[in-house]
């Protein structure tokens, strides 16, 4: 039986072709897609290498497209505003592959190839220039480790090394002008001016720094990563989570004048999400994170996990946070290494972790199941914490859908935002799109 039916409007649809039933088929790209999202699949068996997938958004399914290739097994992946570029890494190999997605090809020959595997890159502007931090690049005559590397995505070439001890996280500003770095076990922000770094080895961030280039900037608290709006910066300092020696919190900085403002309090802080004036943080505040039990406001469910992470919004107009210390309203969330958010269009948060304490089992449901994924309902103030186990390693949201892909665990989930449960129909009977192998990223690369 037919799932859909072919109408043709006289002179509307005229010269415009047909749309296939079950597909998104309209102009674009050479596949004719143009609700695409790309996927990571890393895959473990001999007779199969790594891919990037590319899934049909219009209806939640796998395509005929033919998968483009990012080495062996790729994961953390990153697209530029535009979406007219995106990059896979491979840590099988630490090469960072790069993809055209107007011409659906491969940018460059062979990849990029870093001197050690990356957890952080960014591809800021349209133009095929990316960064990757790279804390264990080594730097010739010295004897510290860390960069940010700068990539030719198209000559599949690193142009130049920026040394940055311990560089953990690479973060853009809107016009890729100033890159925010943060490295491990360390009390500042590094502030680069890529483009007037020297190509080869580029050695500003070294003392006597180079201001041209470089700027320390002290006076934080185990910073981990930074939300920018405009020319303001939103810090996360970790805090003791992470090692410091004070509270996690929330600093402004400033991109022009590079003034630090202070640092509003919060429970905890290694990932954030800005929505209007509030700024939604993430964080477990220690490095195990509060008693799930002493969290006793209404909107938290109880769980057997022993500790949990929290959530608080700032009040970006008041600079407060008033859920901080407060027991009664804190929002309970898995624990684990918080570093991925997203909000649906419908105002549905949804907020991973890595490494969390997983309950129950999702094969064999039996009792409390709970994994690294909470999802928060901004409207009412709800919570829920669905029934998965595993890592959340990729968030991707619709402007035109009340869906959300998360990939957990290696599978690729896709969430009803109007129900806060997987979406199920006939394309989707397990609410999962049947990719092989581990999704290690989910992004799209067309806007809808």
């Known amino acids: 039986m037919k799932r859909c039916f072919l109408v043709l409007v006289l002179g509307l649809w005229a010269g415009l072709g047909l749309v296939s039933c079950g597909a998104s088929k309209r102009t674009g790209p050479p596949s ?7 996927v990571s699949q890393g895959v473990t068996a001999t007779s199969t290498s790594g891919r990037l997938v590319i899934v049909d958004g219009f209806n939640d399914t796998l395509t005929a497209v033919s998968p483009l ?48 595997p990356t957890f952080s890159m960014t591809v800021p502007t349209s133009s095929t220039v990316g960064y990757a931090a790279v804390p264990t690049a080594s730097v010739p005559g010295f004897n510290f480790l860390g960069a940010v590397e700068v990539m030719d995505l198209t000559g599949s070439s690193i142009t130049t090394t920026i040394a940055v001890t311990n560089a953990e996280t690479v973060v853009a500003n809107g016009n890729g002008s100033q890159l925010l770095v943060f490295s491990n076990d360390s009390d500042s922000v590094t502030v680069l001016t890529p483009g007037d770094a020297l190509p080869g080895i580029d050695l500003s961030c070294s003392a006597p720094t180079n201001p041209a280039v470089c700027t320390v900037l002290t006076g934080f608290n185990r910073p981990v990563y930074a939300v920018i709006n405009g020319t303001t910066a939103y810090v996360l300092n970790c805090g003791f989570e992470c090692g ?96 991925r958010m997203d909000m649906s269009i419908n105002g ?48 991707q949201s619709f402007t035109s859908r009340e869906i959300e892909y998360v990939a957990e665990s290696g599978a ?37």
Not at 248 to 264: E, F, I, R, Y
Not at 291 to 303: D, F
Not at 421 to 447: E, H, Q, R, S, W
């Open 32 to 38: 004719g897609l143009v609700d695409r999202v790309l």
């Open 69 to 116: 290739n990012a080495g062996a097994s790729p994961g953390l992946m990153a697209v530029s505003p535009s979406r007219n570029i995106a990059m896979a890494f491979d840590p099988v190999t630490n090469i960072v592959y790069s993809v055209n997605t107007a011409k659906e090809t491969s940018l460059g020959n062979t990849g990029v190839q870093l001197p050690g």
């Open 244 to 339: 410091g020696s004070q509270q996690a919190s929330v600093q402004t900085l400033d991109l022009n004048s590079l003034a630090v403002g202070k640092p509003v309090l919060v429970n905890g802080a290694t990932y954030a999400f800005l929505s209007g004036t509030k700024l939604y943080v993430a964080g477990r505040g220690t490095p195990t994170g509060p008693q799930c039990s002493l969290l006793t406001s209404s909107v938290n469910a109880k769980t057997a996990a022993t500790f949990c992470g929290t959530l608080d919004i700032v009040d970006l107009t008041t600079m407060t946070d008033p859920y901080y210390k407060n027991l009664g309203a804190e929002i309970a969330i898995p624990d684990g290494y918080h570093d």
């Open 348 to 395: 549905q948060l949804f907020v991973g972790s890595y490494g969390c304490t997983d309950i129950g089992d999702v094969n064999n449901p039996n009792g409390e199941v709970r994994g690294c994924l909470a999802i928060l309902n901004t409207n009412t103030g709800a919570v829920i914490i669905p029934p998965d186990n595993g890592d959340v390693d990729g968030l």
């Open 412 to 448: 690729l989930r896709v969430y009803d935002t109007t129900k806060d449960i997987l979406l199920i129909n006939d394309f989707l009977p397990l609410g999962t799109i049947d990719v092989i192998g581990y999704v290690g990223d989910v992004k799209a690369i067309d806007f809808f």
